[in-house]
């Protein structure tokens, strides 16, 4: 039922001495408002005769509630208290953080983001109010609700709303959102619809959305993608906690010998169907080309469930990364191969790239709890011992924080700092200042950290964690300072004041190239 409107001009009903009063808010309908309150339709209609439609409501006026409502549904709901307010479709607020995510995501993807896209902004929310919408700010500054949104932007929303944001209701905080990404914030929504990570979506949505004083870029990047790898899509905000890994927590079942269909229902992913019928999901995915986007199904579609394993095999199964894991620690810890792995996880873009919180599926394998890794990690749940990568020392670490210094800095624009920026990062990972410019850089590394190598740019690129120095660029800045940069992992990419996509290309123009990787 859509939002309904109250009609101005009559009178209310007076109250009796046992009944109470309501104020109705955004996304609330007669029905919702009755069910609340354990009434039935047609005695709140009857306690209300002003409305004279009752598919017609106003947010702010208010209703009576005749007796015999009971104590679930508050008479006069404010938002700031603890009780469920009405959801998307008329529900309750989810009361776990994991349900709110889900409503979250599934409200997202249904204004058109992609689910990376939506994991990047429900991460931040994540890390803002733990997707709280009754949350105030920590040490009782001015934010408050989902986003923590200050003086100005309040403003905006009672504008926006005709209320104040202390009485809004979860939905109408998420409906605020995507009404700014579209409007008022629309160049951080233009940069959004760019992403094509959960990670970069994370970051686009601090820096130009939330804009935070001290970002924690780290916290937001792993929330996006514990999210987009873990949640579960909901508009009906049931609450439930899906257990780890998207399944619903009973035991695979082993797919039929000829395989089968399965109807898609609502909460459902592929990687849970997969879990639940004991096949992988590539093996999934492989049997169902009609859908194109494996991240995007919805409740009625038809998924054929592939021939299951002959008895005795294994199930897969999934493993959620711990700070340390790399790809082939968990393979080798799992007993499958490195290339079965990879094979089964075609939703990991890169291997050489996987987060804390992130799901990896085991083909045939078993589920583990402990961390294939060893390595002792800091404050921010990452490791900063290096790892190997085809026999080269990597750092995830340095490549995260590289990152989120060159966001904070110039994002995808060169500021001519390129130096600051990998000072920056190189200190924040392991907490030594590195000086000079561009092309010094490679002196000052200090050699009890980093050890020269002599591979081609083209396979350092696929490693996170390497330092790049060149002595000379084309520019007249650079012929004199050089420029310097950290290798992101993705075969492309690298980051100093800013992130270039296509460093290759870069290095065309630019001489003198030393790569350093972390010891």
Request: hydrophobic share 30%; glycine share 14%.
């Amino acid at each position: 039922m859509s939002v309904s409107a109250v009609s101005a001009g009559r009178p209310l009903a007076q109250p009796s001495e046992s009944s109470s009063s309501y104020t109705i808010q955004r996304g609330d309908t007669l029905s919702a408002i009755a069910a609340r309150h354990g009434v039935s339709l047609g005695a709140l209609e009857a306690a209300n005769p002003q409305v004279r439609n009752p598919n017609v409501i106003y947010p702010g006026d208010r209703l009576t509630i005749p007796s015999g409502g009971h104590a679930n549904g508050p008479a006069n709901t404010s938002g700031t208290g603890n009780t469920q307010t009405a959801s998307a479709t008329g529900g309750a607020t989810p009361n776990t953080q994991q349900g709110r995510i889900n409503e979250a995501m599934g409200f997202f993807e249904s204004k058109g983001w992609t689910r990376a896209q939506a994991a990047g902004i429900v991460g931040n929310l994540q890390a803002e109010s733990g997707v709280n919408p009754n949350r105030g700010q920590d040490g009782g500054g001015p934010g408050y609700g989902l986003a923590q949104w200050e003086g100005p932007r309040q403003r905006d929303f009672k504008a926006w709303s005709g209320h104040d944001i202390h009485q809004s209701t979860f939905h109408e905080q998420l409906e605020f959102i995507q009404h700014e990404l579209t409007t008022t914030e629309r160049g951080a929504g233009n940069a959004l619809k760019g992403a094509t990570t959960a990670s970069q979506a994370a970051q686009i949505v601090c820096n130009k959305y939330e804009r935070p004083g001290i970002p924690h870029m780290d916290a937001r990047i792993a929330n996006a993608n514990a999210i987009y790898n873990n949640a579960s899509p909901t508009n009906n905000g049931g609450g439930s906690t899906p257990s780890t890994g998207g399944n619903n927590g009973s035991a695979p079942k082993p797919a039929p010998a000829n395989g089968g269909n399965y109807t898609v229902r609502s909460g459902d992913t592929m990687s849970a169907i997969a879990s639940r019928h004991g096949v992988s999901l590539a093996a999934l995915k492989a049997a169902n080309p009609q859908i194109r986007n494996i991240n995007l199904i919805h409740p009625g579609q038809t998924v054929h469930i592939p021939g299951g394993a002959k008895a005795g095999t294994p199930a897969s199964s999934n493993y959620i990364v711990r700070s340390g894991d790399t790809m082939s620690s968990i393979a080798s810890h799992h007993g499958v191969s490195l290339s079965a792995l990879v094979a089964a996880n075609s939703q990991i873009k890169n291997p050489n790239r996987i987060y804390p919180g992130q799901t990896v599926h085991l083909p045939g394998g078993k589920a583990s709890s402990g961390s294939s890794g060893s390595h002792g990690t800091t404050g921010t749940g990452q490791t900063n011992a290096p790892s190997h990568v085809n026999g080269v020392n990597s750092s995830q670490k340095l490549a995260n924080d590289a990152r989120s210094v060159a966001m904070s800095m110039g994002g995808y624009h060169s500021q001519g700092l390129c130096a600051t920026g990998v000072s920056r990062a190189i200190q924040k990972a392991y907490g030594i200042k590195v000086w000079g410019n561009g092309n010094q850089i490679d002196d000052n590394l200090p050699r009890n950290k980093f050890k020269q190598i002599d591979i081609p740019l083209s396979e350092a690129l696929k490693i996170p964690g390497l330092v790049l120095t060149w002595e000379k660029t084309s520019t007249a800045l650079g012929s004199k300072y050089g420029h310097t940069a950290i290798t992101l992992g993705d075969g492309h990419s690298s980051a100093s004041d800013f992130i270039e996509n296509n460093t290759i290309a870069g290095n065309a123009s630019r001489s003198g190239l030393k790569i350093f990787m972390p010891i």
